[in-house]
Each structure stands twice: as structure tokens, then as C-alpha cells.
């Protein structure tokens, strides 16, 4: 079974950038699907951020695509968010997820991890 | 910008029946936008309910069940239990890659 586990940086200020990874095990990011994040603003809704699949596609969400970039790492099953020159607007908690057989069915999502941004 | 539109709340009695709906703010929300639904719990990640409209996801109780409504996404919960009161969210692919998510509805059970 895929499990998803998220790690980085609980605090980051602002105009400062953001990384977090996912490690995966369970499962070969070679072997496909779409990996990606979603977040959730401290009692708000959900905002899927942006997907990447092994053989180099990436989609971003148009309102984040300038400060946006996911990486993978077959080779250590994981995956990374750059968010770029963050603001009190970017808290929340970040979900790694797997992009299951349609494009808006989430199958798999970590924990998540709250990332505070400080002025 | 095209938004994806929920009802902010919802009640329903313990044992009835509540159809939770999602809009587009242009245009009507078909199959091939795959409807997809989640349920949150507070503290929780989202655990998926139905996708591709109407398929219900692994180990999700029958009484969930999921339509296109006129032009909507709707998911209907039929004989309501305590234990469904969450948030669920709806989430419409839009083509190009990209996925977005309703506002959620926020589910009470009394």
C-alpha cells in the first residue's frame, strides 16, 4: 500500500522560499501516475497547487505557476514543492498526494504539514 | 475565473437524506469534468468518497451516492449516520492539467 509522508520546515518568513519533500514508499514513483501537493489555509478549503509525472509533465495551478516548481527523484521515491517569496497568504497545511486513474481523484494523500509563514 | 461553487452548509437528521451539490459559476458541470468528492475530518487529509461521478471509492458505505443533478455534481447521502458529519469537497478537472477544488460544505448531523 502507498504511503505518503511529507517533511520540511514548520516556519519560513516571509519573502523566503519553501521546500517540502514527500517520501513515498509502497510504491515506484518509475512506474507512473502523477505526483503532486494541495493545501489548505489554516479553516479554508482546499487549493490543489500542481501535479508532475515521472516522465517530466508538470501542471500548475494557474494562480501559483510563477512561484511553482515540483522536482522528482526516482531513484529515492520522492518528490519536492519550491513555492517562491511566500506571504502570510501561503499558511497552511501542504498534502503530498498520487493523482489516481482520473485527473481530479486524489487517491493517496500524506498527513500534511503545517508551514507557517512569519513576518 | 471560473469558480467551483458549494454549499457553504448543510444539516441533516440522523437517518434522513442530503444531496450536497457543485457548481461551476460558468457553464454546467458534466462527466467530463470527472466529479470527484471528498470528506475531511477535522485534523485530518481528505479520504475520497466518489470519482468519475459516481463510482464510490473503496470501503465507502452505499448510502453515498453520486450524480450529475441538471448542472451540477451532486452527492446525495441516504440515511444519514452521526458519524457523516464532516466537510466534503468536490474537485472538477477544467482540461489542461488542471484541477479545482469546491469551497466545501460543511455537514451537520442533528
Known amino acids: 500500500q502507498v504511503q505518503l509522508q511529507e517533511s520540511g520546515p514548520g516556519l519560513v518568513k516571509s519573502s523566503e522560499n519553501l521546500s517540502l519533500t514527500c517520501n513515498v514508499s509502497?510504491?515506484?514513483?518509475?512506474?507512473?501516475?502523477?505526483w503532486g501537493w494541495i493545501r489548505q489555509p489554516p479553516g479554508k478549503g482546499l487549493e490543489w497547487i500542481g501535479n508532475?509525472?515521472?516522465?517530466?509533465?508538470?501542471y500548475y495551478n494557474p494562480s501559483l505557476e510563477s512561484r511553482v516548481t515540483i522536482s522528482m527523484d526516482t531513484s529515492h521515491d520522492r518528490f519536492s514543492l519550491n513555492l517562491k517569496s511566500v506571504s502570510a497568504a501561503d499558511t497552511a497545511v501542504y498534502y503530498c498526494?498520487?493523482?489516481?486513474?482520473?485527473?481530479?481523484?486524489?487517491?493517496?494523500w500524506g498527513q500534511g504539514t503545517r508551514v507557517t509563514v512569519s513576518s | 475565473q471560473t469558480l467551483v461553487t458549494q454549499e457553504p452548509s448543510f444539516s441533516v437528521s440522523p437517518g434522513g437524506t442530503v444531496t450536497l451539490t457543485c457548481a461551476l459559476t460558468?457553464?454546467?458541470?458534466?462527466?467530463?469534468?470527472?466529479p470527484t468528492w471528498y470528506q475531511q475530518t477535522p485534523g485530518r487529509a481528505p479520504r475520497t468518497l466518489i470519482y468519475?461521478?459516481?463510482t464510490r471509492s473503496s470501503g465507502v458505505p452505499n448510502r453515498f451516492s453520486g450524480a450529475i443533478l441538471g448542472s451540477k455534481a451532486a452527492l446525495t447521502i441516504t440515511g444519514a449516520q452521526a458519524q457523516d458529519e464532516s466537510d466534503y469537497y468536490c474537485?472538477?478537472?477544467?482540461?489542461?492539467?488542471?484541477?479545482?477544488f469546491g469551497g466545501g460544505t460543511k455537514l451537520t448531523v442533528l
Open positions: 460558468s457553464g454546467s458541470v458534466s462527466t467530463n469534468y470527472y
Open positions: 498526494v498520487r493523482r489516481g486513474g482520473n485527473p481530479s481523484l486524489f487517491d493517496s
Open positions: 468519475s461521478t459516481n
Open positions: 509502497g510504491f515506484s514513483l518509475s512506474f507512473g501516475f502523477y
Open positions: 508532475l509525472h515521472p516522465k517530466g509533465t508538470t
Open positions: 474537485a472538477l478537472y477544467l482540461g489542461r492539467g488542471i484541477v479545482l
